[in-house]
């Protein structure tokens, strides 16, 4: 028969098993990760271009999503798939985004033979087919989270709305979309903190932040 003494013993193991669990979540790496490529790139779409050199934006991004490519890889080893499949997506955003900003500006993926004319044009085209791919992807996971707390949507849907209007910009080269996308990017970065804060909160021993709840139950 078990006493007050065991009683207490387990909720004490279960109270301890449970921050453990908090404690042990890639979502704090993941989420702080993001909203450290999400913040410099809403400046630079803002208009704010002291980053001087494109390869300064391209490394803080590069830190960003190598961050996130831990965060994927911890859940992966929670077996949190649903998890890993939020950050793995976003590690490989602004990994290739670092490099396609890098890329661009010194000229890697166009041969030296080209004309510069048409190294330009070359190089337009990949941004756009690369943009309409990424802003497809993101869409399809937005959809795909749908069962998920209502901000893990939410944050992607702001992503693919910033991705779809810095496609319009690169289209008409009208500086209004930048500005506009960079606006959304800033909204996502709060949503991003919002939820590092949850994640942070409940490994410290904090309650839960609300997350709202999924579309779809």
Same mark, same amino acid.
């Given at each position: 028969?078990?006493?007050?003494?065991? %009683?207490?013993?387990?909720?004490?193991? &279960?109270?301890?098993?449970?921050?453990?669990?908090?404690?042990?979540?890639?979502?704090?790496?993941?989420?702080?990760?993001?909203?450290?490529?999400?913040?410099?790139?809403?400046?630079?779409?803002?208009?704010?271009?002291?980053?001087?050199?494109?390869?300064?934006?391209?490394?803080?991004?590069?830190?960003?999503?190598?961050?996130?490519?831990?965060?994927?890889?911890?859940?992966?080893?929670?077996?949190?798939?649903?998890? &890993?499949?939020?950050?793995?997506?976003?590690?490989?955003?602004?990994?290739?985004?670092?490099?396609?900003?890098?890329?661009?500006?010194?000229?890697?993926?166009?041969?030296? &033979?080209?004309?510069?004319?048409?190294? +330009?044009?070359?190089? +337009?085209?990949?941004?756009?087919?690369?943009?309409?791919?990424?802003?497809?992807?993101?869409?399809?996971?937005?959809?795909?989270?749908?069962?998920?707390?209502?901000?893990?949507?939410?944050?992607?849907?702001?992503?693919?709305?910033?991705?779809?209007?810095?496609?319009?910009?690169?289209?008409?080269?009208?500086?209004?979309?930048? %500005?506009?996308?960079?606006?959304?990017?800033?909204? &996502?970065?709060?949503?991003?903190?919002?939820?590092?804060?949850?994640?942070?909160?409940?490994?410290?021993?904090?309650?839960?932040?609300?997350?709202?709840?999924?579309?779809?139950?």
């Amino acid at each position: 028969m078990a006493t007050a003494t065991d %009683t207490a013993t387990g909720a004490d193991e &279960a109270a301890a098993a449970a921050a453990a669990a908090a404690g042990n979540n890639p979502v704090i790496l993941g989420s702080a990760s993001f909203v450290a490529g999400a913040i410099p790139l809403a400046l630079w779409l803002v208009g704010y271009k002291d980053f001087a050199v494109a390869g300064l934006l391209s490394n803080i991004i590069l830190v960003a999503g190598l961050g996130l490519f831990i965060a994927a890889i911890w859940a992966i080893n929670l077996g949190a798939g649903a998890v &890993a499949t939020v950050f793995g997506p976003f590690s490989m955003f602004w990994l290739s985004f670092a490099l396609l900003v890098l890329g661009t500006t010194h000229g890697w993926f166009v041969s030296s &033979a080209v004309e510069p004319e048409a190294a +330009a044009t070359a190089g +337009a085209g990949g941004t756009i087919v690369y943009l309409i791919t990424w802003t497809a992807a993101v869409v399809v996971l937005t959809l795909a989270t749908l069962r998920l707390p209502l901000a893990f949507t939410a944050l992607f849907a702001l992503v693919a709305l910033a991705l779809f209007l810095v496609l319009l910009f690169n289209l008409t080269s009208d500086t209004i979309w930048a %500005t506009i996308a960079g606006y959304v990017a800033f909204g &996502a970065a709060g949503i991003g903190v919002y939820v590092f804060f949850d994640a942070m909160g409940q490994a410290t021993g904090g309650k839960a932040l609300s997350l709202g709840n999924p579309i779809l139950k």
